[in-house]
């Protein structure tokens, strides 16, 4: 009968300490969102070529060596570019969220976490979230032939057009 009593109150101890094992505090403060994403969110975009509000962290900058430049975009809900060419193309990486990319005369397309879309050179385009969902995607553009050329903004008309896929 002691055998079990003792038995018993380990038992008790041991379920005790599990559950407060369970809920200690960690030292991290960051969001289970910031813990799952792949780069930082960077900085906000402050200029005119995007609309809504969306973030940019330089992860290479282009250089005489190497011509290209890799960038983590965040953009949040209804945030997108102005319609825009590369010269020298880009690859966009989907890593989060939900978004769009279209091609001038082209329906637009949804994008999700590991789609990869390949911008041919000089093809007007633009990408930014959904409506309802942020969106990340890291942009890798080749500069050897030009910088990016900006041009009108994506109207809201065309922003919610119902996409083909």
Known sequence: ???KNI????LIGIFVFSCKAQNKPTLSTKTESQKSLLFPKGEKITNANFTGTAYL???IAADSLNPTSVGNVTFEPGARTKWHLHPGGQILLATDG?????????PKKTLRKGD???CPPNIQHWHG????TH???VAITNTKNGVPVWLEA???EEYIQVQAN
């Open 116 to 118: 990869v879309i390949k």
């Open 135 to 137: 969106f990340v995607q």
């Open 154 to 156: 994506v109207t809201d």
């Open 1 to 3: 009968m002691k055998l």
């Open 57 to 59: 962290q330089m992860l």
């Open 98 to 106: 939900v978004g769009y990319y279209q091609e001038k005369g082209q």
């Open 7 to 10: 038995a018993g109150i380990l």
């Open 129 to 132: 979230a959904s409506i309802d």
